[in-house]
T-cell receptor, first 112, second 115 residues
């Protein structure tokens, strides 16, 4: 079975600063996909960034980047230049054969 | 366009009522999903349809009945629900063709309250 762990239930960051959300996972698979989703308060869950396990290069999407360490089974999300609109629940997810396994989430608050 | 729509946005129902949730996507995706989400918790998978066939049923009580009339539409029929079924019900879809195409796109959800 796949498990995904997000060890930081809540975090806060000052506007314009950088914050890193951690995610570790456990799997015996070699080919899989990892995702970060963002769910603002009372709003839709949206895809932030995704990573293929066989790619060594870390994915980046504008202010969002990941640090993917396959051997350590770690997939952290870095948010640079934090903005008030980044306040949300962030879920890390592992995917294999179109089934998602979500972490418990990290509630991020950006402080003005 | 990565839009998944869900109706209604909010629903209040009694324990003896019958209601349905609707989900629609026009991205040509062939896999559709129902999730249940409690506040501050991750989504819990309920059902998966792949090519209009039910492929995963995560031991969901029979008071929840999914239906996939066509590749764009997914329904969740509700009957004799319990107060603990109150939650946000999320629909998602993906291309179901492997790889990145399995990325799931979520709808805004239906917030259900059972009295």
């Amino acid at each position: 079975a796949q498990t995904v762990t997000q060890s930081q239930p809540e975090m806060s960051v000052q506007e314009a600063e950088t914050v890193t959300l951690s995610c570790t996972y456990d799997t015996s698979e070699n080919n899989y996909y990892l995702f970060w989703y963002k769910q603002p308060p009372s709003r839709q869950m949206i895809l932030v960034i995704r990573q293929e396990a066989y790619k060594q290069q870390n994915a980046t999407e504008n202010r969002f980047s990941v640090n993917f360490q396959k051997a350590a089974k770690s997939f952290s999300l870095k948010i640079s230049d934090s903005q008030l609109g980044d306040t949300a629940m962030y879920f890390c997810a592992f995917m294999k054969q179109n089934q998602f396994y979500f972490g418990t989430g990290t509630s991020l608050t950006v402080i003005p | 366009d990565t839009e998944v729509t869900q109706t209604p946005k909010h629903l209040v129902m009694g324990m003896t009522n019958k209601k349905s949730l609707k989900c629609e996507q026009h991205m040509g995706h062939r896999a559709m999903y129902w999730y249940k989400q409690k506040a501050k918790k991750p989504p819990e998978l309920m059902f998966v349809y792949s090519y209009e066939k039910l492929s995963i049923n995560e031991s969901v009580p029979s008071r929840f009945s999914p239906e996939c009339p066509n590749s764009s539409l997914l329904n969740l029929h509700l009957h004799a629900l319990q107060p603990e079924d109150s939650a946000l019900y999320l629909c998602a879809s993906s291309q179901a063709s492997g790889g990145y195409q399995e990325t799931q796109y979520f709808g805004p959800g239906t917030r259900l309250l059972v009295l």
